[in-house]
């Protein structure tokens, strides 16, 4: 790898409840970027520390820590917020396209109102198709149609006695000539008529008198009636078992994962499949991924692993763990001591595997014990590596990123 940079183990911004704006408005650039919600700065306003931020971001954030959120420095709403006009009009001197500039709408307003066109624009309007898919038994008398073929195969299976009524009603109307009613039964079809007995109520089977071929037409679609029930019957049954089978192969599965995120003593091996996807998204959409909680010990803490787009350097990632809350919180000790290692494995050179440790802070949040599901706040690197590097140097493999994590009590 690439000459290593230098990385400060850091309590990181907390990810949770981040709602990014629609997919189809554009990132702003990092001079108008809220670092909380990472969105268009909304009623800008300025610290005392240089740093800018949505007014209703930093107001919900001071309430909960008192601190800012990139330099921890301890900020007043009352005396260290400010209106940062400036970058409010240079925002709203801003345009954007409408999206559905293709479809004929040549609006253009700022990104802040832009959710709001999108809504209410005459072009956002679902494509609508006006052919019909007729019955498929319309040719022997079923005039229905549909908008789609789901709803003409729901219709079949719904209607399955009147549309048996309706090929009774053509077979009884076709009309077979005279010279073919009173000749003589030809050998092939007097085989015919002996192949097959309709069976009656008590399911013996009985020689039909079949003596013409109107006769074994209608004991031929009798015998496929009953044949098509039974099949139907059987599909039921069998489709109710495998959906059993795959709820019982899912529930089994997961137990077993469960046990194994419990009992691996604080070593944990993180693969992430789909990487190519997982960090389109990342660096795209500012997806952040997160491991599955394991445990230090059987009743000890539990920590998950957060990966995602830096936000002080878009060029690396931010590796961080979370304390986890578990069921037996109140028999652990507050706060949690320990050291932590991350290995990101090379998957075609183990020697260039990166190693990097870090001890806890009991002064910081990270450790205390978890108020919520997940502890809100991170530790761990906010430049962990170069994305580019990892993607070149060996560190991915069939499309998998691998981590392993040990942490250990002290």
């Known amino acids: 790898m ?17 709602t990014p704006l629609n997919d189809m408005v554009a990132e702003p650039e990092s001079r108008y970027e809220c670092p909380v919600c ?62 559905f500039a293709s479809k004929g709408c040549t609006v253009k307003v700022t990104p802040l109102d832009l959710d709001a066109h999108i809504a209410s624009c005459e072009h956002n309007q ?54 073919m009613s009173n000749a003589n039964i030809d050998p092939k079809e007097q085989e015919a008529m002996t192949l097959w007995a309709a069976p009656d109520k008590d399911g013996e089977s009985k020689p039909p008198p079949l003596t013409n071929t109107s006769a074994l037409i209608r004991a031929l679609y009798e015998r496929v009636v009953v044949l098509e029930q039974r099949n139907r019957e059987q599909d039921i049954v069998i489709g109710n078992m495998s959906k059993q089978l795959s709820a019982l ?22 693969r992430i499949d789909n990487f190519k996807a997982r960090l389109d998204a990342m660096v795209n959409q500012s997806k952040m991924v997160y491991s599955p909680g394991f445990y230090t010990s059987p009743n000890g803490y539990r920590f998950c692993v957060r990966l995602n787009i830096s936000p002080q350097n878009p060029l690396c990632f931010a590796l961080h763990v979370h304390l986890v809350k578990t069921e037996h919180d109140e028999c652990l000790e507050w706060p949690f001591n320990g050291r932590i290692t991350f290995a990101m494995v090379n998957q075609y050179d183990p020697e260039q595997t990166q190693r990097d440790t870090m001890m806890s802070n009991s002064n910081l949040i990270a450790f205390q014990r978890p108020t919520a599901d997940i502890c809100l706040r991170g530790f761990g690197y906010s430049e962990y590596a170069v994305v580019s590097d990892v993607v070149r140097n060996g560190f991915v493999k069939d499309d998998s990123l691998v981590f392993k994590v040990h942490i250990k009590c002290v």
């Open 38 to 99: 990472l969105n268009w700065l909304r009623d800008p306003v300025i610290t005392t520390c240089g740093h800018k931020f949505c007014k209703s971001c930093i107001t919900s954030w001071l309430q909960n820590s008192g601190h800012c959120p990139i330099d921890n420095i301890n900020l007043s709403m009352k005396v260290d917020i400010f209106p940062d006009n400036y970058t409010k009009r240079e925002i709203q001197e801003q345009r954007m396209s409408c999206p």
């Open 2 to 18: 690439d000459k290593p940079r230098t990385k400060n183990a850091s309590e990181g911004i907390a990810p949770m409840g981040i």
């Open 126 to 179: 679902p494509e609508t198709s006006t052919q019909k898919v007729p019955c498929a038994f319309q040719p022997v008398g079923c005039k229905e149609q549909f908008s789609s073929r789901e709803e003409a195969q729901e219709h079949i299976d719904k209607e399955t006695i009147t549309h048996l009524s309706y090929l009774v009603n053509a077979y009884s109307e076709m009309k077979i000539s005279n010279d």
């Open 249 to 270: 192969t899912v529930a089994k599965g997961k137990q077993n994962n469960e046990m194994l995120l419990r009992y691996c003593m604080g070593n944990f091996i993180w």
